[in-house]
């Protein structure tokens, strides 16, 4: 039986009172004078309250005897390398890091970019920083220079960490000229830059600016230098991320350190179901939130091992990688976005590779990050035999939203669904006027104020930009700029983002639940469904399926089947009657695909190619495909 409607009833009698008994699994270096407070007329977490995210992610787990205990494997098929560090040399890595920065002049309240690859020191890095009290913000590695100038300009960090190089499947990246022409073009000037060299691509150092990675830790370590860590407010940010593909000024979501460790913390053991000293996998990149929450953060505070995976689900060298990793590893459960399942499934669609490992291991699949449609849920559920859960957050949230919560034990699956809010979150449905939708209808979802534990509490020197992109729309709300409906059960469906939800000649329709249709043929592996403006209906929707490896029927015939498909399952009133097959979809380096850039291709209208991008040739193959059916001509 599941301890679900217990717990979330508990929270909602006493919202107070659950998350200080939630907070009991942290140690605080002086405890809060208020569970929940009003600053400033913004909801913060454990105001009064001292602590130290570093402390707790690490010396913590050393003082309680764990020491020797696996916290972090690098896994790089890449490179061809694999790295294990116990607690203990987890410790000393991020205590040598944090003195070295502090000789460079490092203090508690300095911001630090970081502008790395998925190697073992960026995770240092963000640890580091925590340590001192030092604010740091990661920028994907890569990223474009004006991208990263602009990241710069709003954060004004002291220092900058990076590395000489990334590495892709097919290349290798260097990134000290990227970084060299971003604080070029930034107006902010940084104290120093700290480059850690890879062997890949060795990068040349300027001067009185640059800093050799390891040869200032060799001399802190040489000195004995080892910093402690430094007493922050549970309300002082811990980092800053900005969110993706944003066009001038950039927004940087807050993440403070005291509630950002207790919802972390409730979360491995109440949604994933993980215990201390199991492996936890989440594939994902530091740049992104999934990497920040549940590669650094949350396996550590609880004690668990973190996989730092630097490779791709297919390509790196095949689409077995995944399951090599969690064979070899003993992964318990492991976390990814759908789109990675969709790559490995067009790639492998009968599951060879899967039956290739013993993954006798693995007790949980966790999906998040775009839509898991129903057929890619089904075949990992075939496939891999263990339950797949879909959940539904946000970069803004830093954890689950919704979720089917594994540790209070699995509630009935509902296909489509990434089930129930969960404690910390009253989640509502409401029309354009803000007012309530019963059961089944389609609307805005919104949460009721206040945000729980770990949710951004604001945005970065931006309090009037964070009330009115998240609060002006629905008094009282939090607006998630998601749409979708709650059924009688109180499950979640989110089948768009509110600008995907598209008129067509009055009705309002989802682009989600046109894609499940489509990605339900036996011959598609991948799907996006966008709006085009119609001279007549307002809007018309177009689909866009990837076929999967190795289907060699004539692709208008499926064209045309999935838009029967369509016409079957919703009916006339979806007037979908362009299908269009194309080689891929555009995404960004997190897997969303980029529904709204499609959009504005289809109707001619300018666009910024979106900074995440992962590949921009990709807008051009669509801009073909799209005009070869007179659309965007």
């Not at 717990?7 to 270096?29: L, N, Q, V």
């Not at 949350?298 to 077995?320: N, Q, S, Y």
């Not at 979809?585 to 979106?610: N, Q």
């Amino acid at each position: 039986m599941s301890r679900y409607q217990e717990t979330y009833a508990r929270w909602k009698r006493d919202p107070a009172a659950f998350w200080a008994d939630a907070a009991a699994s942290i140690d605080w270096i002086r405890p809060w004078r208020q569970v929940h407070a009003k600053i400033d007329g913004l909801d913060r977490w454990f105001a009064g309250a001292e602590c130290n995210t570093c402390w707790n992610a690490v010396d913590r787990h050393v003082k309680a005897g764990h020491g020797s205990r696996l916290a972090v494997i690098y896994d790089s098929p890449v490179t061809g390398k694999i790295l294990r560090y116990s607690y203990d040399q987890l410790l000393d890595e991020v205590a040598t890091l944090a003195a070295a920065l502090q000789d460079l002049g490092l203090r508690k309240g300095d911001r630090v970019i970081l502008y790395m690859p998925m190697i073992p020191e960026a995770l240092f890095a963000m640890l580091a920083c925590a340590r001192l009290g030092a604010i740091h913000s990661v920028v994907f590695g890569g990223f474009a220079p004006l991208e990263l100038a602009t990241r710069i300009n709003d954060a004004k960090p002291k220092l900058i960490l990076s590395a000489s190089c990334g590495i892709e499947p097919s290349r290798v990246i260097a990134y000290k000229p990227l970084l060299d022409e971003a604080l070029d073009l930034a107006s902010h000037k940084v104290d120093a830059s700290v480059i850690f060299q890879r062997e890949q691509a060795v990068a040349e150092l300027m001067h009185g600016r640059d800093h050799d990675w390891a040869e200032i830790t060799r001399q802190a370590r040489q000195r004995g230098r080892k910093a402690e860590c430094v007493n922050v407010e549970a309300t002082d940010p811990l980092y800053i991320l900005y969110t993706s593909g944003t066009t001038g000024q950039p927004k940087g979501v807050v993440r403070d350190n005291g509630g950002h460790m207790v919802a972390m913390k409730w979360s491995m053991e109440n949604v994933y179901g993980v215990r201390p000293g199991e492996v936890f996998w989440a594939a994902s990149d530091v740049g992104w939130v999934v990497g920040h929450s549940y590669i650094v953060y949350a396996p550590l505070l609880h004690g668990a091992t973190t996989i730092l995976f630097e490779g791709k689900p297919v390509g790196t060298p095949d689409p077995g990688t995944f399951w090599r990793i969690v064979a070899e590893h003993g992964v318990s459960a492991l976390f990814t976005a759908p789109t990675a399942f969709r790559a490995i499934k067009k790639e492998d669609p009968d599951g060879t590779h899967i039956r290739r490992y013993d993954l006798s291991s693995l007790r949980t699949l966790f999906l998040a990050g775009e839509r898991a449609d129903p057929d890619t849920v089904m075949w990992a559920e075939e496939h891999l035999k263990v339950p797949v859960v879909d959940h539904w957050w946000q970069t803004e949230t830093g954890w689950a939203i919704a979720a089917n919560p594994v540790g209070l034990g699995m509630l009935p699956v509902k296909y489509g669904s990434p089930c129930v809010a969960m404690p910390g979150y009253e989640v509502e449905v409401l029309d354009e006027a803000g007012k309530p939708l019963p059961a089944g209808q389609l609307g805005a979802i919104c949460i009721r104020l206040p945000l729980p534990p770990s949710c951004l509490p604001t945005l970065w020197n931006n309090d009037d930009r964070f009330r009115k992109s998240y609060l002006s729309r629905f008094p009282g709300y939090y607006e998630t700029a998601d749409a979708g409906y709650i059924d009688a059960d109180g499950y979640i469906f989110i089948m768009a983002r509110t600008d995907d939800i598209i008129n067509v000649a009055g009705h309002r329709l989802s682009t989600g639940g046109m894609e499940e249709v489509l990605a339900g043929h036996p011959n598609v592996a991948e799907t996006a469904v966008i709006g085009i403006a119609d001279k007549i209906k307002g809007q018309v929707p177009v689909g866009l399926v990837v076929l999967k490896a190795g289907v060699t029927r004539p692709a208008g015939d499926i064209e045309a089947e999935c838009v029967a498909r369509v016409r079957e399952r919703i009916g006339a009133v979806a007037a979908l009657k362009t299908v269009i097959a194309v080689p891929r979809l555009p995404k960004t380096r997190s897997g969303k695909i980029l529904r709204a850039t499609m959009r504005k291709i289809a109707d001619r209208e300018d666009f910024k190619i979106p900074a995440t991008i992962d590949d921009p040739a990709i807008l051009e193959e669509i801009r073909v495909a799209l005009a070869g059916k007179g659309i965007g001509v």
